[in-house]
């Protein structure tokens, strides 16, 4: 399995400009996760899907952050509009029940 | 609210040196502890633990979690510079099937 697939790698965009980050899950996991990571807070999770459903979105910072997944095997992040604070290595990771949770390589996201 | 604290935030100790990282949690309902190795890029798994007393081991490392009194710890012994990383530790929380992640430590090892 080619693990969690995150694109873009990079996104730099300009603020006000709408963001859609995207994620392929490892085949077979149930769970999918969107965190945050910045120097100042560290690994924040936003969201959480199990079996496709959101479960938990206690941590999406405000009602311009909005995440689906559609199927088991596609989700995305959406960022709109976006702002200079948003800037941040967003990553998404998956797992099956119980277990560990294997990460993407992250999308690096710049707004200016 | 779940927590997860990491400590020291920061560590640097010299090559061959032996180092003990600190997780401490108060999660409801909490099922597992997972400690992660972050360096330039995405966090890599290292241990899962679910008993208390029980060390897993890999190589260099270890890891031994405590129910009772609500932590665990990391250890790496004869430090190579390769272990350099940011090193995460996460609660899973029972029924929820959701990681809350401490705020790391960096550790850096010198030559």
């Known amino acids: 399995d080619a693990g969690v697939i995150q694109s873009p790698r990079h996104e730099v965009t300009e603020m006000g400009q709408e963001v859609t980050l995207r994620c392929k899950p490892i085949s077979g996991h149930n769970s999918l996760f969107w965190y945050r990571q910045t120097m100042m807070r560290g690994l924040e999770l936003l969201i959480y899907f199990n079996n496709n459903v959101p479960i938990d979105d206690s941590g999406m910072p405000e009602d311009r952050f909005s995440a689906k997944m559609p199927n088991a095997s596609f989700s995305t992040l959406k960022i709109q509009p976006s702002e200079p604070r948003d800037s941040a290595v967003y990553f998404c990771?998956?797992?099956?029940?119980?277990?560990?949770?294997?990460f993407g390589q992250g999308t690096r996201l710049t707004v200016v | 609210e779940d927590k997860v604290v990491q400590s020291p935030l920061s560590l640097v100790v010299h090559e061959g040196d032996t180092v003990t990282l600190n997780c401490s949690y108060e999660?409801?309902?909490?099922?597992?502890l997972l400690w992660y190795k972050q360096e330039k890029k995405a966090p890599t798994f290292l241990f899962m633990l679910?008993?208390?007393?029980i060390e897993k081991k890999s190589g260099r490392l270890s890891s031994i979690l405590d129910k009772k009194e609500l932590f665990s710890i990391l250890n790496i012994t004869a430090t190579q510079t390769g272990d350099s990383a940011v090193y995460l530790c996460?609660?899973?929380?029972?029924?929820?099937?959701?990681?809350?992640f401490g705020q790391g430590t960096r550790l850096t090892i010198n030559p």
């Open positions: 679910t008993s208390s007393g």
């Open positions: 990771a998956s797992s099956l029940r119980w277990t560990e949770a294997f």
């Open positions: 996460a609660g899973i929380i029972q029924g929820a099937q959701k990681l809350v």
């Open positions: 999660v409801t309902n909490f099922r597992s």
